[in-house]
């Protein structure tokens, strides 16, 4: 979404943050895939510049760049910064921006014809097919930018001043092609001074959550609620507590379509959990008919306690939620105080996806522009206008900021290293469909813990089997 600020258009923002830039738009796929060998561009070798300490990627001093923004729920000020930060390295180069919106239907034709820009921010519901780039070898693989010194610290590389997951999120067929420049988070949201009003802590265990929840019900609110016309927000917490309880190999069983994944204890349990949240009314009522505006304003009004959601709800909910709301994150409880991750860990993933095309006319200034943007001046910038946390470590340090991003910068902080992200959702449309449907069944008690998992896996089976389908491993 990437997962951005409002107005969201659900479900395009949910389904960016998801696919880390990795969707494919069906109408990008015929046109690149019957023209990839056409080769339109004459076969004059890019320009380049003379490598040293200050321009370790050879970008040339005098040659014009072209960088193409998504110009979506974050604007692209933040792309025009980075670009006048060029210019200032580059006095003889001429940086070309452009904002736009349909992103795939603007540059397919240019890809076909390789004469596409340096700097592409393939973002958006009509972004680029990046799955038949990738196969037709369109795009410049992003490890030469990784390995060189990070802009505001030579001392370490890019890679090393990138949030966790961030590189795994843009590696496609073995090589890192995209670099996602937001990182986003999810979990359940509450309201801090509804909470200290009450004298609630936040629970870190689900014994807890069903504790908390009677207390907040006799304070006259629904504990939880949800954005019921679209049950994927309720699967967010659902998984994370079973990513939590069975560790890494259990979100690799389920992404990698292992026989038997998804009746895997901890799914059940956690499915077991949310089924009963809702058997014990913790669930505002007619919740499973809500839209996401709805639910989330019911939640900001006060009507309810806990909300699940990505880090994007804040800025989403700036113009409905009340002055002194002060919503913060809270990490989704863990099933047992033994669980594989801590209770810190969280579902994270970066997007608002950039590449350099590998027919570009200045592709070493294209990367060295990426080196400027994945700077922490240029972050910085980033979150100062969108409330948002930039994927580069330490960005907002020392930033006032408001209560959400501070909680969700926080919970980073806290997570370190323990963080997970599932991909079938990239990988496979269908399988998510049922998963979310499933959830919603689950939600409404229409379908025990168990049918929820055997639901589920006769889909992850379906997918397996079909030799149509695109297999993917993580």
């Known amino acids: 979404m990437n997962s951005a600020p409002p107005p969201r258009h659900h479900p395009t923002r949910r389904g960016l943050l998801r696919a880390v830039g990795l969707t494919v738009p069906a109408l990008a796929t015929p046109a690149l895939t019957g023209c990839v060998t056409s080769g339109g561009r004459d076969d004059t070798p890019a320009v380049t510049g003379e490598k040293s300490a200050e321009n370790p990627l050879g970008a040339p001093a005098d040659a014009g760049l072209e960088v193409v923004v998504f110009k979506g729920g974050y604007g692209d000020e933040y792309a025009i910064n980075a670009g006048n930060i060029y210019r200032e390295r580059f006095p003889g180069s001429a940086v070309d921006h452009k904002g736009i919106q349909k992103v795939g239907e603007a540059l397919q034709p240019r890809f076909v014809a390789d004469t596409p820009p340096d700097v592409v921010d393939n973002t958006g519901a009509g972004r680029l097919d990046l799955a038949t780039l990738v196969g037709a070898k369109k795009l410049t693989d992003l490890g030469e930018l990784l390995d060189a010194p990070a802009l505001d610290d030579p001392t370490k590389t890019v890679r090393q001043t990138l949030l966790p997951g961030v590189v795994e999120d843009g590696t496609l067929d073995g090589r890192v092609q995209t670099l996602n420049f937001t990182y986003t988070v999810w979990g359940l949201w509450?309201?801090?001074?509804?909470?200290?009003?009450?004298?609630?802590?936040?629970?870190?265990?689900?014994?807890?959550?069903?504790?908390?929840?009677?207390?907040?019900?006799?304070?006259?609110?629904?504990?939880?609620?949800?954005?019921?016309?679209?049950?994927?927000?309720?699967?967010?917490?659902?998984?994370?507590?079973?990513?939590?309880?069975?560790?890494?190999?259990?979100?690799?069983?389920?992404?990698?379509l292992e026989p038997g994944a998804w009746r895997q204890a901890p799914l059940v349990d956690a499915a077991t959990a949310i089924h009963e949240l809702a058997g014990r009314g913790h669930l505002l009522s007619g919740s499973d008919a809500l839209s996401h505006t709805e639910a989330q304003a019911a939640w900001s009004q006060g009507k309810v306690a806990i909300i699940p959601c990505g880090s994007w709800l804040e800025a989403e909910q700036k113009?409905?939620?009340?002055?002194?709301?002060?919503?913060?994150?809270?990490?989704?409880?863990?099933?047992?105080?033994?669980?594989?991750?801590?209770?810190?860990?969280?579902?994270?993933?970066?997007?608002?996806?950039?590449?350099?095309?590998?027919?570009a006319k200045n592709p070493r200034g294209g990367l060295e522009f990426l080196r400027v943007l994945f700077s922490r001046r240029v972050a910085r910038r980033f979150a100062e206008l969108n409330s948002t946390l930039p994927s580069v470590v330490g960005a907002t340090d020392g930033m006032t900021v408001s209560s959400g991003l501070g909680s969700v910068r926080d919970a980073v902080t806290a997570a370190g290293t323990n963080t997970f992200t599932y991909r079938f959702r990239t990988w496979y449309a269908p399988l998510a469909k049922a998963i979310d449907d499933a959830t919603g069944e689950l939600a409404t008690r229409r379908i025990n813990p168990g049918q929820w998992a055997d639901r589920i896996q006769r889909a992850a089976d379906a997918v397996a089997r079909d030799s149509g389908v695109t297999k993917y491993t993580r």
């Open 190 to 256: 509450y309201s801090r001074p509804l909470f200290a009003r009450h004298g609630w802590t936040w629970p870190t265990t689900w014994d807890e959550m069903l504790a908390l929840c009677e207390q907040i019900k006799k304070a006259g609110l629904a504990p939880w609620t949800y954005q019921g016309k679209y049950p994927e927000y309720l699967n967010d917490p659902l998984l994370a507590m079973a990513a939590k309880a069975g560790g890494p190999e259990l979100v690799k069983a389920v992404d990698n």
């Open 319 to 359: 113009g409905v939620t009340p002055a002194g709301f002060d919503m913060v994150l809270g990490t989704v409880p863990a099933l047992d105080p033994a669980d594989k991750l801590p209770v810190s860990a969280l579902q994270a993933a970066s997007s608002e996806s950039f590449l350099v095309p590998a027919r």
